[in-house]
């Protein structure tokens, strides 16, 4: 039921609330995805350990519902804990690409941007949420519904 | 404990991008696709993790400093500029591209695949390329 998978988006989102705010309250810092990953591959310092621990935390949990079989993923699809990709390879890349650069350009992304700066109430965040969203909302209408998804 | 904290943080974010369905590309682009079948999912965890990073962050501000680290460390600029909003606006289209953000990409690694593995591959590619643009590295 559909229902059923808005409310499942619900309690995930509350996981991620509860992963902002202890990140805060331990090590003072914000759950920025792209901040954090790429500062624990291009910045030297004492902030690694915590990094990288946080990387096996982001990338076990998908791991242990996947290992244990769990049905509490929640793809489009229904079944399975990871959607597949359904962008192909070229798009991918182009895809990949522009996501770094303008994360990094950006300050920020769904995370340290959408969840966590919309919580702070700053004004840079709010502004950033809003063109990324509204963009991302474009370039899916201009690739599936202008070029018919040849893109 | 401070690599102890990184770790559960890291796993309550990968539980919740899980559960909440994040880790499915067809999800995402189901919301931002707004002229097709749309799919308010995005909206409920979205709607979800900031209400509740809005009262554990004023409950954790309580506090002088965090339990672990010396001090809270926050952005403090409130100005726009193009970098912010440019590079936002890119974001938004690698975003919609593939609907692939930084946390589902990696948190997806378990479901590995080639176009996964190129996409990741380019993203860190992207930063590294944002550093080398960016005065303050």
Redesign the interface.
Known sequence: METMGWLQGALGGVLIGLSATLLMGLLGRIAGISGILSGLIFDRGGDRPWRLAFLLGLVSGPALLMLTESDLGNTAAGAGVVGLPVAGPLLMLAGGLLVGLGTGLGSGCTSGHGVCGLARLSPRSMAATLVFVLVAMLTVFVSRHMLGGSV | M??????????????????????????V??F?????AW???????????????????R???R?Q???????????T????DG?????????????????????P???????L????A??????????????R??PA?
């Open positions: 401070k690599a102890l904290a990184g770790y559960l943080a890291g796993l309550l974010f990968g539980l919740g991008l899980a559960i909440s369905g994040m880790t499915d590309p067809a999800r682009i189901g931002l696709d707004v002229a097709g799919d308010p999912t995005l909206i409920f965890v979205l709607g979800g993790a900031v209400i509740t990073t809005f009262t554990g962050y409950l954790a501000w506090r400093a965090p339990v672990l680290d010396a001090r809270f460390q926050l952005p600029r409130r100005d726009l970098r912010l909003l440019g590079g936002a606006a890119l974001f938004g289209i690698g975003w919609g591209l593939t609907g692939y953000c930084p946390g990409a990696v948190a997806s690694l378990p479901g695949s080639w176009p996964l190129l996409f990741l591959v380019a993203m860190v590619a992207g930063w590294w390329l944002a550093r643009f960016s590295h």
